[in-house]
C-alpha cells in the first residue's frame, strides 16, 4: 500500500470504514440491587450518574430495582454498581406473571419477587416439569362441575 493509497483512505467519506466505532444504542437497563434506606439509595444513585452516557435514573427501593436510561452497556452498568457500592447487583430477573405460560411452575415461582412478577425462564425442564401428565390429566377430567351425573368411572 502506497503513501497515496493510505492518504486516500483517511480521508475518504464512505460509510464502508470498519475502523470507527459504531454508536452504542441507546437503552433502558433493569438492576436488581439491595436498598435498605434513603443512604444507599443516594449511594447507588452517585454511583450510575457518572458513568458516560447515562441519561436517567430512576430508583424504585420498595422492589429493589435500579433502572438506567442511556448509551450505556448493561455488563458495565452492574459491574460499577456492584464495585462502587459494595452491594450485590445483578440484572432484573422478573417479569410480569402474564408473560410466563406456567407462573407456578418450579423454577419460576419465587416467592423474593415483587408483587406480580415471577422469575423469567425460557429453560425446557421447566416448561417440561409444568405440564401435567396425562395420568394427571385423565383423573382430573374423569369428573365434571358443569354435568356432575356424567361420570366416566362408571
Known amino acids: 500500500m502506497g503513501a497515496f493509497d493510505h492518504i486516500s483512505d483517511l480521508f475518504d467519506c464512505s460509510s464502508s470504514g470498519s475502523r470507527f466505532k459504531k454508536r452504542k444504542q441507546l437503552q433502558t437497563v433493569e438492576i436488581k440491587v439491595r436498598i435498605d434506606c434513603e443512604g444507599c439509595e443516594r449511594k447507588v444513585r452517585r454511583a450510575v450518574e457518572g458513568m458516560r452516557g447515562v441519561q436517567q435514573v430512576d430508583i424504585e427501593p420498595k422492589q429493589n430495582k435500579l433502572t438506567v ?15 462502587r457500592t459494595g452491594k450485590r ?21 419465587d416467592r423474593k419477587a415483587p408483587a406480580g412478577y415471577v ?9 417440561h416439569l ?10 382430573t377430567t374423569a369428573f365434571s ?9 362408571m
Open 119 to 127: 422469575r423469567y425462564s425460557e429453560d425446557a425442564q421447566i416448561s
Open 145 to 153: 362441575d358443569e354435568n356432575t351425573a356424567a361420570c366416566a368411572i
Open 89 to 109: 447487583a445483578e440484572l432484573w430477573p422478573y417479569v410480569p406473571y402474564d408473560v410466563v405460560a406456567h407462573p407456578y411452575a418450579p423454577g419460576v415461582y
Open 69 to 83: 436510561v442511556g448509551y450505556v452497556e448493561p455488563a458495565k452498568v452492574v459491574a460499577r454498581v456492584s464495585h
Open 130 to 139: 409444568a405440564r401435567a401428565s396425562s395420568t394427571e390429566v385423565r383423573y
